[in-house]
Nanobody, 126 residues
Framework: QVQLVESGGGLVQAGGSLRLSCVAS????????VGWFRQAPGKEREVVAR????????QYVLSVKGRFTISRDNAKNTVYLQMNSLKPEDTAVYYC???????????????????WGKGTLVTVSS
């Protein structure tokens, strides 16, 4: 059974940092591109960062570029999202998602994703 389990969310003040982790099991993790998505109350889900299966290619939505860093350790079946200079508008539930194939398979709204985690809540206070 495939599982993606996120952790690391919490409450942080604006300007602070958090590091999210996503640990995968039940799949050959290095065969999958991975994305971090978020969904804020009343808003649509959006992808904030994507990483290729090897980790050699990363992409970010403009609103987090320069503040967030996605990385992966295939030996540990783990993807990370380092979030710095957090803003109140970053408040959301953050999900990791895996898709077999290239990073291009991770669409902006997550259509076609093979596996989703259950999410971790990030709250940024002003």
């Amino acid at each position: 059974q495939v599982q993606l389990v996120e952790s690391g969310g919490g409450l942080v003040q604006a300007g602070g940092s958090l590091r999210l982790s996503c640990v995968a099991s039940g799949l050959t993790f290095s065969d999958y591109a991975v994305g971090w998505f978020r969904q804020a109350p009343g808003k649509e889900r959006e992808v904030v960062a994507r990483i290729s299966w090897s980790g050699s290619t990363t992409q970010y939505v403009l609103s987090v570029k320069g503040r967030f860093t996605i990385s992966r350790d295939n030996a540990k079946n783990t993807v990370y999202l380092q979030m710095n200079s957090l803003k109140p508008e970053d408040t959301a539930v953050y999900y990791c998602a895996a898709v077999g194939g290239s990073i291009a398979s991770i669409t902006p709204t997550g259509t076609g994703i093979n596996y989703w985690g259950k999410g971790t809540l990030v709250t940024v206070s002003s």
